[in-house]
């Protein structure tokens, strides 16, 4: 075999082994983008009612709609105020929102509240925030009732699957002299009880079935360089 021969033979090998070698890095370079994974909460309805010592409540409770954000997630958030006269003993405030939702998210989504409260002629007792999804309690934040209450949490859905409902529950009680007073609670249509609002984070963990595609890849790319060295030798 001539020179000329010998190297037409070697630029042979080379192009196939860079064919070879471009596709298996072009699936890595895909495989490695996590898919998007968005949840869309819809609104359905918002009541306020009221137990023990606290009369019919005045006043009235909505839930509006987000706005898609840049993850892809639509969250809502429940907002309005209460208002009730309590005879004397304890009285609660329950306001109760909930509808439907589609999708599903592979991470974790925003879930925060701020709400305020009074009550003349009487002292401030407890309050009870709850929140489920798919029927089941995910979220149960509870403690004194101050003038203000506000927080927030990040709660981990990976584990729901597909989620179909939520539900959104606050209960406020407050304890009234014997001469009786006035309770309320309001939660300010600028800071409200949301939930998946625009900041949730898209969760870049890939799937198992990535992982899976990425390491036979990897290991092809291995068998390639080992009959690459052994043709050269």
Sequence with gaps: MTSVERAR????????????????LASLVHLAI??????????TTCNISSSGSANSPSGSCSISQYSPGTDGNTGVA?????STYMSGGSGTLKFDASGGATGSYLGSIPFAWDF?????NGSLSTYDLQLYLNNSLVLDENGALLATVSGSTSLDVSGLGSITSYEILLRTTALANSSGGTFSTTIPGGSTIDLAHQ???????????????TASALAFLGSLAWWRRRKTS
């Design 9 to 24: 033979k070697f630029l042979e090998n080379k192009g196939r082994v860079i064919a070879l070698t471009v596709v298996p």
């Design 34 to 43: 996590p898919a998007k994974a968005a949840l869309i909460f819809d609104t």
């Design 78 to 82: 429940m907002y309005g105020t209460g």
């Design 116 to 120: 305020n409260n009074s009550i003349g």
């Design 199 to 213: 900041t949730a984070a898209q969760n870049t963990t890939p799937e198992p079935a990535t992982v899976g595609l």
